[in-house]
């Protein structure tokens, strides 16, 4: 997965983050969560991802907006053969690349996955581990984050 900042919190005073997100086919890389004191607005631009909000299965496609408003329990992934890109809107923006980064070194792609490291990264920038039904499949590989601007790649760090 590669997540591409186009503005972070920095840049807009804290008004919003706004980044963009690649996933490889047929991947499920996000851990099923729910943010404390923001919403996310999510843009499909290329291929297809499916969503669980609070229950409830959702497929965005390009040219179609998801609102997922504060308090939502939710997860996405790409299950098709091709990747997916879209554009996430978090407001207020509380998050800045930063959160990815240090989300990148906790879920390292050549080693075991540290669960507990992971969740206190979330919790510090208000996004809570949550349960969901569905089974998750764990990542396998690592967010990358680029500078505003930079062209993304696929995977890797």
């Known amino acids: 997965m590669t997540i591409t900042f186009i503005k972070s919190r920095h840049e ?14 047929s991947v499920h890389l996000v851990i099923p969560h729910f943010h404390r004191h923001y919403d996310e607005t ?52 509380l998050l800045g690349p930063e959160y990815f980064q240090e989300l990148s070194y906790a879920m390292d792609e050549d080693g075991p996955m540290d669960h507990a490291a992971i969740g206190l990264i979330m919790s510090r920038y208000g996004v809570i581990p949550a349960a969901i039904v569905d089974p998750i499949i764990m990542p396998k590989y690592s967010p990358k984050v680029l500078p505003q601007g930079t062209q993304s790649s696929l995977l890797g760090n």
């Open 42 to 93: 999510v843009f499909g631009v290329d291929g297809i991802t499916t969503w669980t909000i609070d229950g409830v299965v959702t497929q965005l496609h390009p040219g179609q907006q998801l609102f997922v408003p504060r308090g939502s329990h939710h997860t996405y992934a790409n299950l098709h053969p091709h990747s997916s890109r879209m554009i996430c809107l978090v407001t207020p923006g």
């Open 12 to 25: 807009t005073a804290g008004c919003l983050d706004a980044f963009e997100v690649t996933i490889p086919p």
